[in-house]
């Protein structure tokens, strides 16, 4: 049975014209990479790649951008999903601090790409708010701020007192310049019209279906038969990893999204900021380019069956009370309703590198919240590696660092 990652209407898949449409493999071909994946993260890699002039085929099994990325919130944060303090007993803090430091790399490089090749994407790099509503959370929140101030981050704290936003906030962390929000389906379609003008090939609606290995390199193939070669072949089909490992790489659950019709006047109550709750699961909110909110979390144990509707709807409705208790004064009208699988880690990073069996088998794999800024770190470093550049932050990311 095939198992169903992405359930519902994705707010920008609806709301975003479609750039292009993509051939399927009809001949064999030869390459130096086969990307297995066209959403987010493999249009990110292939554009690395080929920038690097080195030649990458990407191959999609269904419609460019239509599983996981369409589902995706786009809040991109250099934060993890969890506090430095909560992550202690899985890594140390000076990685904790590297690994915020390499999303706020990441960051820039998003933001250089559009500054390079025009925003088409509803790209814009925000305030990112880390905040409790409970008195007895002020602390957690509080020692947060003092370690990244400390370490030269860009960082305000607020009290109750001094709250300028309009819902409750018993404390709260605002890391300036630290997050960013854009539209991940046309941010994919973007990467790969630039790569594509580098030499990079890309084909949908091309599943492949076996990987051989050999001493001379790899073969992926495909749905009608044809045949991808190359020297490696690597994996960024983000949840579905069956076909390359039997490892399970990170703990499934699902995610559920709302997203309102548009607001009036959204901008001037969340003053241009991404925003998320300390709450277990917790909650994140950002806004559009056409003035909606998104809000995100209610996550539960993943479920094969992701279309158990009742689960879906009780979610939902979850969400659509949060925002309306968060903004009571605003006129809130639900339009889009979708949900998918999220993977974390124990320690919020996720796997970049080579498979340590195997070393014609790469993984691009940005599990946790900051999945399109991990995929933008294995971009840079994989690309690298490929041309004998060994980066020392990889192993923050190593495949095997939990066996």
């Known amino acids: 049975m095939k198992i169903q990652y992405v359930q519902g209407e994705c707010i920008f898949r609806r709301i975003s014209p479609l750039p292009r449409q993509y051939d399927y493999l009809t001949e064999n071909v030869e390459t130096d990479v086969i990307i297995v994946g066209g959403g987010v993260t493999g249009a990110i890699l292939g554009y690395y790649f080929s920038k690097q002039k080195i030649k990458a085929v990407i191959l999609e099994k269904s419609r460019i951008a239509h599983g996981s990325t369409c589902i995706s919130t786009s809040l991109l944060q250099y934060e993890l999903d969890s506090n430095a303090m909560a992550l202690k007993s899985y890594t140390s803090i000076p990685n904790i601090l590297r690994s915020y430091e390499l999303g706020i790399k990441a960051l820039d490089e998003i933001e250089e790409f559009i500054a ?7 790209f814009k790099r925000v305030d990112g708010l880390y905040y409790t509503a409970k008195d007895t959370e002020t602390k957690e929140i509080e020692q947060e701020y003092k370690l990244r101030k400390e370490n030269g981050f860009r960082v305000e704290f607020i009290e109750k007192e001094t709250n300028p936003f309009s819902f409750d906030v018993k404390a709260g962390l605002l890391s300036k310049g630290g997050g960013a929000q854009l539209n991940p389906y046309k941010f994919t379609h973007a990467l790969l019209e630039v790569g594509s003008s580098m030499g990079l090939n890309v084909y949908e609606n091309t ?16 749905v009608f038969g044809h045949k991808v070669k190359g020297k490696l072949i690597i994996v960024a089909t983000g949840y579905n990893t069956h076909l390359f490992t039997k490892r399970v790489f ?15 006047n959204l901008e ?24 909606r909110i998104i809000i995100g979390g209610e996550d539960t144990k993943f479920l094969p069956d992701i279309l158990n509707e009742e689960l879906c709807t009780k979610s939902y409705d979850k969400l659509e009370q949060r925002l309306k208790n968060l903004f009571p004064k605003l006129k809130i009208a639900i339009e889009y309703r979708y949900c998918g699988a999220f993977a974390s880690t124990d320690d919020n990073l996720g796997f970049l590198g080579k498979d340590p069996k195997n070393e014609r088998l790469w993984y691009c794999l940005g599990y946790g919240a900051n999945g399109i800024l991990f995929s933008i770190l294995g971009g840079m470093m994989l690309s690298n590696l490929y041309l004998g550049e060994v980066n020392e932050d990889l192993k923050l990311f190593k495949v095997d660092r939990f066996e």
Do not use: W
């Open 116 to 122: 390079e090749n025009g925003n088409t994407c509803d």
């Open 250 to 264: 990170g703990t499934k659950t699902t995610a559920f999204n709302v997203a309102t019709k548009p607001i009036d």
């Open 268 to 291: 001037d109550i969340l003053k241009g900021v991404i925003v998320r709750d300390n709450e277990v699961t917790y909650h994140y909110f950002r806004t559009t380019s056409d003035n």
């Open 207 to 222: 599943e492949v279906l076996d990987v051989r290995y050999s001493e001379q390199g790899v073969t992926a193939e495909t």
